[in-house]
């Protein structure tokens, strides 16, 4: 007797997502489900998951705000989310990126028969790990997040101001508080590279918000530089190591 | 090698081959027939001919012969290369017919004038020969570039992201409402026989108009509210003939990278007006902040260009492609001649 799994529907199309639900009603004799909700982009997912638990989550890979990949490297960065099947189309992009990393997808307009096949293999398989859905995202995440109460907290890259690994962590700053991430900070550095540039071995801080750099003489007779972001008071130290390249970044601008 | 890579392949087939006998042949009737000083012409015609096959043909088991180092030659090379043979084997002809133009008491004058008379058709012959079939080469080229143009075209006509999605839609309306299925099934339908036109032929203004409507049909069943569009049209001569698909493909663009990457949706808006003589079509969509990812660039620019082209196929520089992006609204301008009367 096989448990009905708890589907969740992610498509900007109302017409998509109608089929789909449709077509789960199809199959619900071979594969017993119930859909548990539905949302329109990336976003909107994440916010109805917290409530709304689910095994499997149809996820179209071209939605606005937050795309389909995002949502599911977001998902599978909580941990305890449900196993993402990508719906697509038209992408030969993703269908090879797909096709490389051995990552189930479904294309539109889906069979019923595919579908069903499709939930049975996410009922057995281990969900997909992170770096495999790294490499299948075609850009940088718009946000990053945090499992925060049970629930995932968004936390927009661009109003990131600087990122500094603690530990096995990384904070992550924004103007207003201080997030706790389980990234690492090398990765950060590498999907981020045009946004943030390394100022100390544990600290990335974004480009955008630097404002200027400060010169102290510190005890050993030797200068350090700190650098400045806009709306914050802390000033981030800048190793020794780091500042000709932080400085060669900003000589153009006239910051330094 | 491929037949494009190897210029010497088409010398050794049938139709080449008997384009050299021929051509030989007609060489040798045309110095038998010149007016020279007494002799039999059937004699002339009969040694012309010999002498002449012997240096075709010989230069041409040369080249076979030779046929791999010569390969690997640069184009402008291999045609020096191929001449120098063409003299050399002359040369010996010439030699070898003096010989047998003494023996028989045929001789006229020298040896060596004789050689160099002979050298000099040759010289002569051989550089109408590779101008000939440089001129061969690059029609060749032409029509290889022509075909692969077609086939890009093709490709670039039917976008996969608008076929499959609309047939999801049509699935799902099948079910659900399977009267608006059947309308956005005929308009997917005239929509694909537009663009298995040849994209050469015109139409009338109402019809492009008619298939950018067609295709907004099918699109607002696809995003429902998140689509809203505007048409402002002036005094349009609706019989006018323009190019087919200029106008839709651009709408198309204003969905894909104005209206679908942004969640709450936009507006799109589309001008026509005619103003002596000059029809202007344009498309306004906003620009998200969070673009479209992926196929953003490529994909626009491809349509762009081929319209461009085709524009300027029909009407030179007197039609225009004007684009701009400014305060987050993007405008794609089309200009073109219009004159009452005349099929433009």
Sequence with gaps: MTEALRVFIVDDEAPARARMKALLADIAAEQPNVLVGEAANGVEALERLADAPADVALVDIRMPRMDGVELARHLAAAGNSPTVVFTTAYDEYAVQAFELNAVDYLVKPVRAQRLAAALEKARRAAPTARETLARLAPEARRHLSVSERGRILLVPVSEILYLKAELKYVTARTREREHLLDESLTHLEHEFASRFVRVHRNCLVAREAITGFEKDAAEDGETHWSVLLAGLDEKLPVSRRQWPAVKAAFAGEGKA | ????????????????????????????????????????????????????????????????????????????????????????????????????????????????????????????????????????????????????????????????????????????????????????????????????????????????????????????????????????????????????????????????????????????????????????????????????????????????????????LFYDLEARLETEAKEGLFRVTIRLPYRKGVTA
Aim: proline share 5%; glycine share 8%; charged share 15%.
């Design chain 2, 1 to 312: 090698m491929n037949a494009a890579a190897d210029p010497l392949a088409a010398l050794w087939r049938p139709p080449a081959l008997m384009g050299v006998v021929l051509g030989g042949e007609a060489l040798a009737a045309i110095l038998a027939l010149a007016p020279t000083h007494g002799g039999e012409r059937l004699v002339h015609f009969g040694l012309a001919s010999l002498g002449i096959q012997w240096v075709a043909l010989g230069t041409l088991c040369a080249l076979y012969l030779l046929r791999r180092p010569l390969g690997r030659l640069p184009p402008p090379r291999l045609a020096w290369a191929c001449l120098a043979l063409f003299l050399l084997m002359s040369l010996l002809v010439a030699a070898a017919a003096w010989s047998v133009l003494v023996m028989t008491a045929n001789a006229e004058g020298t040896r060596t004038g004789f050689i160099l008379r002979m050298l000099g058709l040759a010289l002569v012959v051989g550089l109408i020969g590779l101008l000939s079939y440089q001129n061969y080469w690059r029609s060749r080229q032409w029509a290889v570039r022509a075909k692969q143009l077609e086939l890009e075209a093709l490709q670039a006509r039917i976008h996969p992201h608008f076929l499959f999605n609309s047939l999801n839609t049509i699935a799902a309306l099948t079910v659900s409402n399977p009267a608006l299925a059947e309308e956005v099934v005929q308009d997917l339908a005239e929509l694909f026989r537009v663009t298995m036109r040849d994209m050469r032929e015109r139409v009338t203004l109402q019809q492009e108009l008619d298939f950018t409507r067609s295709y907004l049909r099918i699109e607002a069943q696809r995003l429902g509210g998140r689509l809203l569009v505007d048409w402002t049209l002036k005094n349009l001569p609706l019989q006018a003939h323009v190019p087919a698909l200029i106008l839709q493909p651009l709408v198309e663009n204003a969905v894909y990278h104005g209206i679908e990457p942004s969640a709450g949706g936009g507006r799109v808006h589309i001008l026509g007006t005619y103003n002596r003589g000059v029809l202007r079509l344009e498309v306004r969509n906003p620009l998200p902040a969070q673009p479209a990812r992926r196929r953003s660039g490529t994909g626009n620019r491809m349509a762009l260009d081929n319209i461009r082209e085709r524009l300027m």
